[in-house]
């Protein structure tokens, strides 16, 4: 079983800067690739940030020049570095990681979900 839990949310004001972290435990062989969501009120949950094992990087539009995505020395480990925060940046954040491991038919890759950080930025 594996377990992802995010932290480093909370409530800045605009222009402000947060560091989220997300990290991984359990039976894992290999991570594929890892990734940030977020979910405002009344929205979809949207793409953030993404980086793969290749450490090849994608941003969405709304982010690009002010978030960082990077793995951490762990390798289950990934961080989200958040700066000049909007008030349009306010939402839950997810990590996701695509993980190798035990499956209930074997082995394989599936996807986890932390359980969420609120980051909110004030105006």
């Known amino acids: 079983q594996v377990q992802v839990v995010e932290s480093g949310g909370g409530l800045v004001q605009r222009g402000g800067s947060l560091r989220l972290s997300c990290a991984a435990s359990?039976?894992?062989?290999?991570?594929?690739?890892m990734g940030w969501y977020r979910q405002a009120p009344g929205k979809q949950r949207e793409l953030v940030a993404e980086?793969?094992?290749?450490?090849?990087?994608h941003y969405a539009d709304s982010v690009q020049g002010r978030f960082t995505i990077a793995r951490g020395n762990a390798k289950n480990t990934v961080y989200l570095q958040m700066n000049s925060l909007k008030p349009e940046d306010t939402a839950v954040y997810y990590c996701d990681q695509d993980i190798e491991g035990p499956t209930s038919t074997g082995w394989g890759p599936l996807r986890y979900w932390g359980q969420g950080t609120q980051v909110t930025v004030s105006s």
């Open positions: 980086i793969n094992s290749g450490s090849n990087t």
């Open positions: 359990g039976t894992i062989f290999g991570i594929n690739s």
